[in-house]
């Protein structure tokens, strides 16, 4: 692989100052010559201003965070790095490459996730180019390889997880977004590596179910929002009611046989699983009728 060769270029002011006046003498030579015909003189004058004007195409300039990647004649001779007017062998090409931070969305994406559900996600990257070298001779078209490679890896990664988790401990595209940027943006990342770019960051931007589909799971996920809910109620329901009788017993506030231990059990249940508030029944009798 070729790797980036940071190369010092010479300051083109430099160069300017030193080029201006040997033009400047050339034309002065050259009327002289002409005036006094001098035919040596007036080829001299002639030749160094050519020189002169070819030295002249050696000037470039060098934007902030930008890179200018230098051949000879198809061999790869350096990268300049360093902004402002510079000067450099005018036979070498001067290639332009960006070195700003990026970014793009990618399209929505139709994939099957992990449990064969069809989704529409899209992602956005956030990258920049970290070796010139790389980007320019690893590949064809560092751009569109950054485009390509990136939408693969979101694909890829949406059929590793599920769109939605139904316990805590199973990670989701939904449920678990920094763990799945992470996980996306690590395999960005080692697509893009031979092409000299760096991922700074990948976040999924757009994540749904397909519309085919988006109704039924819409209901599947209503209903496992209600168990679940169901399901926290219960336990602390039982708790609370343990608590209750545990301390009617240490507290002898009152002696219950099994039976109305059950009873209480039941109508505490009742009364604390229930989805409207308990009408209240008074006894005026005794505890056992």
């Not at 064969?116 to 751009?143: H, K, M």
């Not at 976040?203 to 168990?227: D, K, N, V, W």
């Not at 809910?229 to 017993?249: K, N, P, S, T, Y």
Request: aromatic share 6%.
């Amino acid at each position: 692989m070729i790797r980036e060769k940071e190369r010092q270029a010479v300051s083109g002011f430099a160069a300017l100052a030193l080029l201006l006046p040997v033009l400047a003498g050339c034309l002065y030579y050259f009327v002289q010559a002409v005036r006094a015909p001098n035919v040596p003189l007036i080829l001299g004058a002639v030749l160094v201003a050519v020189l002169s004007l070819v030295a002249l195409c050696g000037l470039f300039v060098v934007n902030p965070n930008e890179g200018r990647v230098m051949q000879l004649f198809g061999s790869y001779v350096g990268t300049v790095r360093q902004p402002g007017l510079r000067f450099a062998n005018p036979f070498y090409t001067k290639k332009h490459i960006s070195l700003r931070v990026r970014n793009f969305e990618s399209a929505r994406l139709k994939v099957n996730d992990i449990e064969g559900n069809p989704i529409e996600i899209a992602a956005v990257v956030v990258w920049r180019v970290v070796d010139t070298a790389e980007a320019c001779f690893e590949v064809d078209s560092y751009e569109n390889y950054v485009h390509v490679q990136s939408e693969a890896a979101v694909r890829n990664m949406a059929t590793s997880y599920p769109y939605d988790a139904h316990d805590d401990k199973q990670i989701s595209m939904r449920g678990h977004t920094a763990q799945i940027a992470e996980h996306l943006k690590r395999e960005i990342q080692e697509r893009l590596a031979k092409a000299g770019v760096e991922v700074i960051e990948a976040r999924i931007s757009h994540l749904a179910y397909a519309p085919e589909i988006a109704s039924a799971m819409l209901q599947r996920q209503q209903a496992g929002a209600i168990i679940a809910a169901r399901q926290r109620i219960v336990d602390g329901a039982v708790g609370m009611v343990e608590m209750a009788l545990e301390r009617l017993d240490r507290n002898k506030v009152v002696a219950l046989d099994a039976e109305r231990k059950a009873a209480m059990v039941s109508n505490l249940l009742v009364v604390l699983c229930g989805e409207r508030a308990a009408q209240p029944v008074l006894n005026t009798g005794t505890l056992y009728q």
